[in-house]
């Protein structure tokens, strides 16, 4: 196949005219005739309690009130609004236990936030008025905040099916003694001659994405449950809700609204239980479900906090012999993926550096903090904060350059990825550490900023990472895709995936496009409504271009080769032998002879007999393509971070003036796009290492629910930035691409760290680094220049 | 006086309305006259998302009253397109890959129109100042300030060389 | 009721400052007047009970004359009641003459909080954390007030009496602020300290200083989110006046500051950190305040 050279280019995005004129639907947009309004009553005063009365009378009362929804006017069943559960095997279903843990409305408040009750009113003022009359009384329980309190003996439990409130560990039949590695760690520990150690916390991060959630839910005459969402996992979500309401699937429909940003948050379902149940209350009616952004804020899951332990082992040579980890978070008051981060985490870190031993052990606990669940990174920049900056401690202990330290370990082509029996297929790691070094100037700042005086110090700091793209072999990867050509030889593509706005839409268009000969005016792509769509996992885990990519490639191919198939049998040429370009099928070694696209495609469709010979013209049927795609491998990207920071060491804070970000992404589809996730993953890496967390009282009620007490970097916070894009075409992903959907965000947290170590000698174990915490260090252990550091350089 | 009769000139057309006075503009236009370009994102003023220009100023619509805006001329991001062609800020947006999921883009775009009225020529340490008020978790507003950069270059009327701006507000 | 529906209310709007008078009179505890409203109405989406909430809003958007900021070289400048923060900054005078309220106005919110917010709103709001306040605080001057009984000018450092509380009676309207003609040698300087660069202050401070030479004839110092109002550092201002502004000076200052203040822990910082770091914005705005002459 030749290239047309529409992979690689900055195609311009599908949705961008709707979004900039404001035409583009998002779900609170919707509107529909007499469409009602719903409100989900929750408990603010608590995080964990238990209601002892409720009383919707005065509500059911209030003015504009259609309909009021306790615990017993909905289903009992319990969901789990997380959708792991669907991407594991049944004997892994074993493992994990009953997950189902979330009821729709609850007796048992877990964490604030919890849903009481539901109004459905003809106005959302009403709805919200009717709410305020709901009377309630609580029995407050002890609430448990971290995995200390959770487990202690005699705590409350979240679930009979999880005893000392330890909703997830690795499995023993999948993880000997509980922990992922292998090799004999402790007698390697005994053979170093440095170990670096520490105990770090790592913060609970809100997703903040733009657009707060909302639904709208139906139910016709036909008894179709119709839902509006922007869930990132239309065709899952389909199926919890079948489930949950005991309807067959065909019964469901999800609409998939344009997607305000997601970042996880939108991974599986919140609200949709209760928005659909409140349509299944008022049947006809659709009913609109618009959080709050102080609702969406507590009751969608974040980063997972908690305590992380590591240590590690070194040669005086600077090879590593051991590492030996183990991450406890901290859940929210449900399972949602308590098995996910848990693991991950590890796998990140098994990733990384060849550690001749490691054991990596995860846990989770419910506590009463809001939920936990999937944002960005997934384990990730966590493990990226602890990780890295022991590196660096211990290149510090050991004279090496943390650059040339990491050139030397990191894995690489051959070796076992993040999960063992997955090796790396490509790695320019290599390459992302030498430009990044140079585009930072990292030989001369380093040694520049050895030695300082005055307020204000400098240091400049390295990390790297190595990410997913796609969850195979963990999880299930599949994606189906239709591709269908019209009689005027154009495509139209049906791929349930969404876009979240990464512009993974765009680039599927490319690579169709490019895959079909086509233009890429005549191809179009759409995610359509699960009733016409077919299955898809969702957008998570960077996959849409790596694994969606490939079945879109795939389809198109399909599509491509049955077009070759009968140009061959009017070319008199075998098919094999036949290209396409700019939609015309011509012969290679003689590209004069050819046939266009569409003089198939329309008889194709338009298939008569010509009355003057009797013959039919060209071959009967319309042109599709079809598959139901399955990832063979994963091709992980990797990345390098350098920072530049300043301390103000008076004040304690800290300012990044330069971050650059290097990444191995196989392939970039859509530069332009690839770009813009690795700038946007800046800015969240940079809140997650300085600025950002959610942060709750005594009490378990959260402080920051806004963002005027939650603060991320804005405009003028932001550093200089300088994205290199290292393309080196991975053998596996389409077109040679790997992901960068999450990526980005992870190494720029560690880099800050080290930068920080550089500047002023002092490592922080507790993220986010705010100026307090920084002046508190400098107060205790005075500001060290790094030259005077164990022989650092 | 819990509704009031007011009237709002919305990008170019009259609208007359009665309004309860305790509604935000940003209600007023998305849920009665289901202008649902503006958008909400947080409701207390940090966000940026329901800015809509009253007058010539960016404005948070989510923390106006409705019915103080009466006889007030008020443009939202549907205004700016003339019947399908974008104006230079939308365009300037689209060429910089500046959108993403695109829920803070009507706000941004606002907060430029407003920018560039003022000062036709803003450094890029002006232009970050001034987008302070909206925030977009997607683009890192790398490309976002380099689209109000573009919008600014490409202004209709621009005299062909225009002064580098000297002052940089910090 | 939350970020996006408001309680119920009356709205009123006078169309004269006597008017508005007789309103605040007629209804005192159970109105709320709104200006630029970045105030009110965050207040009102959040109140925690109805006791919080207000009977009347009665907004100045109909009460003519009072979006002025005008300087006069003989008495200073007078800014109006509904003179907002970026009309501050589009007086150029400003800039020259109280460096310290322009910069402050500069940092202050958002453009878009810039072009409703008016600088009245943020003395009357009385909160520690008020920028413009704290310049004001500094800078010094009197708020005229009209009331049943008439006009009375209260001087600012008379203002504010306790957290969210003013001198303000409530049949008063205030209508606007003058501040003095700065004297020759005069300048001042503003600082904060935010976690990122929009946000509250943890810490802000804002210093007039009367100059001699490099002698400090008489000093203003006010500095806020470090007690329940804007706060006169007095004490430090007795060890500037008179002096040389020497390095040693300097450091006697900064080290009284602490003894000075009574900040607590919130969500923006702690008590201890305010305490350790108060000091050192302290001599900063001294130390700009004399290099931008
Ligand atoms: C996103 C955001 C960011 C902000 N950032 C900052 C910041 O950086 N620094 C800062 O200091 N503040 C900040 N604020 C707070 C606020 O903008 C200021 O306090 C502002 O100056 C208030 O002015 P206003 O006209 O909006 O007041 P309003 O909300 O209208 O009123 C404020 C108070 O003053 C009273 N009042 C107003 N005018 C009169 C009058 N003429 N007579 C009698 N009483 C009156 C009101 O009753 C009310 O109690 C921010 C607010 C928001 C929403
Ligand atoms: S919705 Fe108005 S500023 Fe966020
Ligand atoms: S593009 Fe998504 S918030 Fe800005």
Redesign the pocket.
């Known amino acids: 196949m030749s290239e047309q050279a529409i992979v690689g280019t900055n195609a311009p995005r599908v949705d961008v005219r709707d979004k900039v004129t404001g035409q583009a639907q998002y779900a609170a947009d919707v509107r529909l005739p007499g469409m009602l309004y719903g409100k989900v009553v929750r408990c603010w005063e608590h995080a964990h309690a238990r209601v002892k009365r409720l009383d919707l009378s005065a509500a059911a009362a209030s003015p504009g009130v259609v309909r009021v929804l306790g615990p017993k006017d909905v289903t009992p069943k319990r969901y789990n609004s997380s959708v792991l559960d669907l991407m594991v095997s049944e004997s892994m279903h074993d493992m994990l236990g009953d997950i189902d843990d979330q009821p729709i409305f609850t007796e048992h408040v877990k964490f604030q936030g919890d849903a009481i009750c539901g109004i459905i009113a003809r106005s959302e003022e009403a709805a919200e008025r009717a709410a305020a009359k709901v009377v309630v009384e609580y029995e407050p329980l002890p609430v448990y905040l971290t995995a200390e309190a959770a487990k202690a003996p005699g705590a409350v439990q979240f679930t009979p099916e999880k005893p000392g409130n330890r909703a997830f560990q690795l499995p023993e039949a999948m993880f000997p003694n509980n922990a992922l590695g292998g090799g004999d760690v402790e007698a390697a520990m005994r053979e170093a001659d440095i170990v670096v150690e520490d105990a770090f916390y790592v913060p609970k991060q809100k997703q903040c994405q733009m657009e707060p959630h909302a639904y709208v839910a139906k139910v016709d005459s036909g008894g179709r449950l119709t839902c509006w969402t922007s869930s990132q996992m239309p065709k899952l979500v389909q199926r919890k809700l079948a489930k949950l309401f005991d309807l067959p699937m065909n019964l469901v429909k999800i609409v998939p609204t344009v997607i305000g940003g997601g970042f996880g948050t939108r991974l599986g379902m919140i609200s949709e239980p209760q928005a659909c149940a409140m349509a299944l209350a008022v049947p006809g009616h659709p009913v609109k479900l618009q959080t709050l952004r102080e609702e969406d804020w507590v009751i969608s899951p974040s980063r997972h906090p908690g305590k992380y332990w590591m240590r590690i082992g070194f040669k005086r040579d600077g090879s590593p012999l051991a590492c030996d980890a183990r991450f406890e978070n901290y859940k929210g008051g449900y399972y949602l993926d308590a098995s996910g981060t848990a693991f991950t985490a590890g796998a990140w870190l098994g990733g990384m550096y060849r550690f001749p031993a490691l054991r990596y052990r995860g846990e989770s606990y419910f506590t009463n903090q809001g939920l936990t669940g999937a944002y960005r990174g997934y384990g990730n920049p966590q493990t990226n904060f602890v990780l890295e900056q022991l590196i660096d401690r211990a290149c510090a202990g050991l004279g090496a350059d943390p650059v040339e330290w990491r050139k030397k370990w990191h894995k690489g082509v051959g070796d076992d990825g993040w999960c063992p029996g997955v090796t790396y297929p490509s790695c320019a790691l290599d390459e992302c550490l030498d430009r990044g070094a140079a585009a930072i100037g990292w030989t001369e700042k380093r040694r520049k900023y050895a030695r300082q005086t005055g307020t204000l110090r400098r240091g400049v700091g390295v990390a790297v990472m190595n990410h997913t793209s796609g969850a195979m072999p963990m999880l299930l990867e599949h994606t189906a895709c239709t591709v269908k050509l019209n009689e005027d030889a154009t495509a139209e593509i049906l791929f349930a995936c969404s876009d979240m706005g990464q512009g993974s839409h765009t680039a599927l268009k490319q690579i169709a496009a490019e895959t079909l000969g086509f233009p890429f005016e005549h191809v179009q792509l759409s995610g359509g409504t699960s009733d016409v769509a077919g299955f898809d996992i969702g957008a998570h885990a960077s996959r849409t271009i790596y694994v969606g990519g490939a079945a879109v490639k795939k389809a198109c191919e399909e599509v491509r080769r049955q077009l070759c198939e009968r140009a061959s049998l009017q070319l008199g040429v075998p098919a094999e032998q036949l290209d396409i370009r700019d939609k015309r099928i011509f012969v290679q070694a003689d590209p004069a002879r050819g046939i266009d696209a569409e003089a198939i495609t329309r008889a194709g469709v338009y298939h008569f007999v010509d009355p003057a010979t009797g013959e039919p013209g060209g071959v009967p049927g319309q042109i599709q393509g079809y598959v139901s795609f399955f990832a063979p491998h994963n091709s992980p990207p990797f990345g390098a971070s350098f920072a530049e920071v300043e301390v103000d060491t008076e004040t304690g804070e800290v300012r990044v003036l330069e971050l650059v970000n290097a990444h191995d992404i196989g392939r970039a589809i859509n530069p332009a796009a690839v770009e813009g996730q690795l700038e946007g993953g800046i800015q969240q890496g940079l809140g997650f290492v300085l600025s950002e967390e959610i942060c709750y009282d005594a009490d378990g009620r959260v402080q920051n629910n806004s963002f005027?007490d939650y603060k991320m970097f804005g405009p003028e916070d932001m550093p200089k930035i300088t994205t290199i894009l290292v393309e080196d075409a991975d053998p596996i992903g389409p077109f040679g691409a790997k992901s960068v959907g999450e990526s980005g965000l992870v190494s720029p947290v560690g880099a800050v760290a080290n930068a920080i170590f550089h500047a002023i000698g002092i490592q922080f174990t507790e993220a986010p680094i705010t100026p307090e915490k920084v002046l508190k260090g400098i107060r205790e252990t005075g500001v060290r220049d790094y030259g005077s550091i164990g022989g650092g350089r | 006086m819990k509704n009031r009769d007011i009237t709002l000139h919305i990008n170019g057309e009259e609208y007359r309305l009665n309004v309860a006075v305790n509604r935000t503009l940003l209600d007023v236009l998305r849920d009665e006259l289901g202008m649902t370009e503006t958008k909400y994102g947080c409701g207390?003023?940090?966000c940026g998302a329901c800015t809509v220009l009253v007058e010539d100023k960016a404005v948070n619509s989510c923390?106006t009253l409705a019915a103080t805006m009466d006889g007030k001329r008020i443009t939202t991001v549907a205004g700016l397109a003339d019947f399908g062609r974008l104006d230079h800020i939308q365009q300037a947006f689209v060429d910089e890959a500046a959108i993403q999921c695109g829920y803070c883009t009507p706000g941004m775009v606002m907060k430029t129109a407003s920018l560039l009225a003022q000062n036709p020529d803003p450094s890029e340490a002006e232009i970050r100042h001034a987008l302070e008020?909206n925030i977009c978790r997607c683009t890192g507003y790398e490309k976002i300030v380099k689209a109000v950069r573009k919008a600014a270059e490409t202004m209709p009327g621009r005299a062909a060389a225009v002064e580098p701006c000297k002052e940089v507000v910090q | 009721m939350s970020s996006r529906i408001l309680p119920d209310f009356d709205l009123l709007l006078p169309q004269s400052i006597p008017d508005a008078v007789e309103l605040l009179s007629a209804h005192r505890d159970r109105i709320?007047?709104?200006?630029?409203?970045?105030?009110?109405?965050?207040a009102m989406k959040f109140a925690q009970s109805p006791a919080q909430l207000p009977d009347y809003v009665m907004s100045?958007e109909n009460v003519p004359g009072l979006a002025y900021v005008l300087f006069d070289p003989e008495r200073g400048l007078r800014i109006g009641?509904k003179a907002t923060?970026a009309d501050l900054l589009a007086q150029s005078e400003v800039k020259r003459h109280y460096r310290a309220l322009w910069h402050a106005a500069q940092?202050?919110?958002?453009g878009q909080?810039r072009n409703?917010?008016?600088?009245?709103?943020?003395l009357?709001?009385a909160?520690p954390?008020?920028?413009?306040?704290c310049a004001i605080y500094a800078i010094g001057g009197v708020v005229v007030l009209h009331g049943t009984s008439g006009r009375r000018e209260v001087d600012i450092d008379d203002f504010w009496l306790s957290y969210g509380v003013t001198a303000?009676r409530p049949d008063?309207?205030?209508?606007e602020l003058i501040l003095p003609l700065p004297a020759a040698g005069s300048r001042s300087a503003f600082k904060r300290m935010t976690r990122t660069s929009?946000?509250?202050?943890k810490l802000n401070v804002a210093v007039r200083l009367e100059m001699s030479g490099n002698t400090c004839v008489d000093a203003r110092l006010a500095m806020g989110c470090v007690a329940p109002t804007p706060l006169r550092l007095t004490r430090t201002e007795a060890l500037l006046k008179g002096r040389e502004l020497t390095a040693e000076v300097l450091q006697r200052v900064a080290a009284s500051v602490p003894w000075e203040i009574s900040p607590i822990d919130d969500k923006r910082s702690t008590a201890e950190y305010r305490k350790q770091v108060s000091g050192v914005l302290l001599k900063r705005a001294i130390q700009e305040a004399c290099g931008a002459a």
Request: aromatic share 2%; glycine share 12%.
């Open positions: 005027t | 207390t003023g940090e923390l008020g | 709320t007047v709104m200006a630029g409203g970045t105030d009110v109405m965050v100045l009641a923060v940092t202050f919110a958002t909080v409703t917010a008016t600088v009245l709103g943020n009357l709001r909160s954390a008020g920028d413009c306040s303000r008063e309207l205030a209508v929009e946000d509250l202050a």
